[in-house]
């Protein structure tokens, strides 16, 4: 989308949640004064997000042979989300940045993206049951936490059925030679390139080398899933700190809601969008909108804005680790 429909569509939400001035000048008043005690824990609610993220991905690199260190997957993570957050279409740059750092970590190409493509789906997986815990949670919330958890379970029988695909090692050794033979019979049958045939077999047998088992799945999963649940209580602290009772029965699906938005690539890392779908559906009830948009100004400060100088921080050891060989490097 063009910068100038970035614009658009970022001013119409911003329009449409701000509201009126007098709300504005209440948040402006209530962020003036958080808890400090609140503001402290919401930022190592962050901090424990991005451990967790890069441990259960280093619980998945483990299956290859490869004991990648926890400071240096975290510092790879955070580096990746700044580019996310702050590039338009981030994705291609935050991947581009988590592919050619884990080569020079020693990984095969094919192992990079079977590790990329896995942590992605299981993440997202994550994010969807917890979508429908808030949808249980919140059962009299109308249809969108209905619809939002029916939504969920389908796409987490999908993720099951392709991660379970995933699992190269375990107690099915025969399914790792079928790609091999599936490559030989098209290169005597259907005349595939040698050049071709000979790179899709490295391909198979690099595949080959993983022993996945269904229990570091699991483990990572829940990894994951702790991950997105700090980051959610960052949100909560954030309406504690400034004095307002998080809406706990609303929470779970108004959070999952805003990190789906924020998937869409129409505005880098769901500017605009994530804070209007949070005050969209956290200020049913009868909620204050001058508290709901505190709360979701200090949590966005802190999970979004704080992404930009702590992602600098984060390349900066990326590189010291890569040229200096440091503490970082994995093994």
Avoid at 114 to 141: E, P, R
Wanted: with cysteine.
């Amino acid at each position: 989308m063009p910068t100038l429909g970035l614009l658009v569509v970022v001013g119409l939400v911003v329009r449409a949640v701000l509201g009126k001035s007098s709300d504005i000048s209440r948040s402006l008043h209530l962020l003036a004064n958080p808890e400090p005690g609140l503001v402290a824990l919401a930022v190592l609610l962050e901090v424990l997000s991005y451990l967790s993220y890069a441990r259960g991905q280093q619980v998945l690199a483990r299956a290859t042979g490869r004991t990648l260190r926890l400071p240096w997957l975290a510092a790879l993570a955070i580096s990746a989300q700044a580019l996310l957050d702050f590039l338009p279409a981030g994705y291609i740059p935050a991947n581009v940045l988590n592919f050619r750092e884990l080569r020079r970590r020693g990984l095969a190409g094919a192992i990079c993206a079977w590790l990329l493509g896995l942590t992605s789906l299981l993440y997202i997986g994550a994010l969807l049951v917890i979508a429908c815990a808030g949808a249980v949670i919140d059962a009299h919330g109308g249809w969108v936490p209905r619809l939002l958890g029916a939504l969920a379970l389908v796409a987490i029988a999908a993720i099951a059925a392709v991660s379970t695909g995933a699992l190269t090692g375990g107690p099915l050794p025969a399914l790792r030679r079928v790609p091999l033979a599936l490559i030989a019979w098209l290169e005597r049958r259907q005349g595939l390139p040698a050049r071709l045939a000979g790179g899709s077999r490295d391909v198979a047998r690099q595949m080959a080398a993983v022993r996945l088992t269904r229990g570091e799945v699991a483990q990572a999963s829940v990894l994951f899933a702790i991950g997105w649940l700090s980051d959610a209580g960052c949100l909560a602290c954030g309406f504690g700190a400034v004095g307002v009772l998080p809406p706990w029965d609303s929470l779970p699906v108004a959070y999952a809601i805003a990190q789906l938005v924020a998937f869409l690539p129409v505005t880098p890392g769901g500017l605009g969008l994530v804070e209007g779908s949070l005050a969209v559906t956290l200020t049913g009830g009868g909620r204050s909108l001058s508290e709901v948009l505190a709360a979701i100004l200090l949590y966005r400060g802190l999970s979004y804005w704080a992404t930009l100088p702590a992602g600098a921080v984060g390349y900066v050891a990326l590189r010291h680790a890569r040229t200096h060989n440091g503490k970082l490097v994995g093994g």
